[in-house]
């Protein structure tokens, strides 16, 4: 089933640049420009849900995202 999420009207949020799963695979996070978004599934419903947005100033366009393989922490990337 395909699922879409619609920030157009969102003038802060561009392209996304990266993504990677959780250990798990219950939880995506997505980078763009100075922010990265998760996402994770609803096990009840089998659909996708906006779980945060984490904005930071000045990091740019995030171009590298790694989870610890336990899940506990994930390290995000980018270039200035």
């Known amino acids: 089933q395909l ?5 157009s009207r969102d003038e ?3 392209e996304f640049t990266v ?4 250990p798990s695979g219950e939880s995506v996070v997505v980078g763009s420009f ?3 978004r998760i996402f994770s599934i609803n096990q009840h419903d089998n659909v996708w849900q906006d779980s945060g947005l984490k904005h930071v100033e ?3 366009t995030v171009t590298a995202l790694s989870w ?3 899940g ?3 390290t ?3 270039l200035c």
């Not at 699922?3 to 920030?7: A, K, P, T």
């Not at 993504?19 to 959780?22: C, G, H, K, P, R």
């Open 12 to 14: 802060q949020e561009k």
């Open 58 to 60: 000045n990091l740019y």
């Open 19 to 22: 993504a990677a799963f959780n």
């Open 34 to 36: 100075n922010r990265f």
């Open 3 to 7: 699922q879409r999420f619609d920030y």
């Open 68 to 70: 610890k393989c336990d």
């Open 76 to 78: 995000v990337g980018s």
């Open 72 to 74: 506990s922490r994930l």
